[in-house]
């Protein structure tokens, strides 16, 4: 489905969000750079256009720069800064897990399970979820209406994709048609390593080994083309009951993390490369022609 006008500011809207908290996070680093933290800066368009396709009955299971993601699927700016700044009354953990490591059993909101901050660890206990989903769907254990099927959605990072316990997760998804998308935001990052020095292959070639999981290749950065393509993606998985990789390429705009800053490991021509693919950029100019 094309994004209408309303989605289109909806979308506008939430990446400001998402851009003002990541540049108040920086100027303010005299109090936020005590707790680790990741941003979604360069990653919003794909994390909002994914999260605009979920509904209540799905599990999501987002990775540490998500919060674009997260703010899209309807947590505040105060939900997320309550965990940034570990206070007692951060409704996800208590203050015990670092920025955007949710959890979450929301009646009206996708269900996030708790996980673990090792990175790339989600992607079990997700395609182990999906593996729950079909195991009541076949039990006849459950039924549901056309459309409106619970999907499992797996975000994680291109460094996290080399894993070992990755391949194991998608061998079984592919083998076994889960009903699960992963969402792979790759940035050509993997903390400071780039691409060239930790793999061989991107996503799609890497997933080629995986018979029977679909895959896609996308600009990350372009909202329109994310939104329709994810929402035909998830509409796929909703309604075939089989798994799916979209990879999404990104621009990396903020630091690794809080604690791991881009100068330190990043040449400039790099970072002003990046800079021109700013998805708020772009979207900003596609709602003013
Ligand atoms: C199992 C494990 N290995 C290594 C690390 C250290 N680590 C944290 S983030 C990260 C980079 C992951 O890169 P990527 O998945 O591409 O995500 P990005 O930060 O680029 O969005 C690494 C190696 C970790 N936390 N857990
Ligand atoms: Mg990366």
Request: aromatic share 10%.
């Amino acid at each position: 489905m094309k994004a209408s006008k309303e989605t289109l500011l909806q979308a506008y809207r939430l990446m400001c969000t998402a851009k003002t908290l990541s540049e108040l996070y920086e100027a303010r680093k005299d109090i936020c750079a005590k707790y680790v933290h990741a941003t979604s800066r360069g990653h919003e368009a794909i994390q909002l256009a994914t999260a605009l396709q979920l509904k209540p009955q799905d599990f999501a299971f987002p990775y540490y720069r998500d919060d674009a993601m997260l703010l899209g699927m309807g947590f505040s700016p105060y939900d997320l800064m309550l965990q940034l700044m570990a206070k007692g009354t951060d409704y996800f953990s208590g203050g015990r897990t670092y920025y955007s490591h949710p959890s979450s059993n929301r009646p009206d909101l996708p269900k996030i399970p708790h996980q673990s901050s090792a990175t790339g660890m989600q992607t079990i206990p997700a395609t182990g979820t999906a593996q729950g989903l079909q195991y009541k769907e076949q039990q006849k254990l459950v039924q549901y209406k056309r459309g409106e099927e619970p999907v499992v959605l797996c975000s994680l990072g291109d460094g996290a994709l080399t894993e070992g316990e990755i391949s194991e997760a998608l061998q079984m998804a592919a083998l076994h048609n889960y009903p699960i998308i992963y969402l792979v935001q790759d940035n050509e990052w993997d903390i400071s390593a780039h691409a060239s020095e930790v793999r061989n292959q991107d996503a799609p070639d890497y997933a080629k080994g995986f018979k029977g999981l679909k895959v896609e290749s996308i600009d990350g950065t372009d909202f329109a083309e994310c939104y329709e393509t994810m929402s035909r993606v998830v509409n796929y998985v909703r309604t075939h009951r089989s798994p799916y990789l979209v990879h999404a390429k990104v621009p990396l705009l903020n630091h690794h993390t809080s604690g791991v800053r881009k100068e330190w490991y990043r040449p400039k021509e790099n970072l002003e490369r990046d800079q021109l693919r700013d998805p708020y950029t772009k979207l900003n100019k596609q709602l003013l022609v």
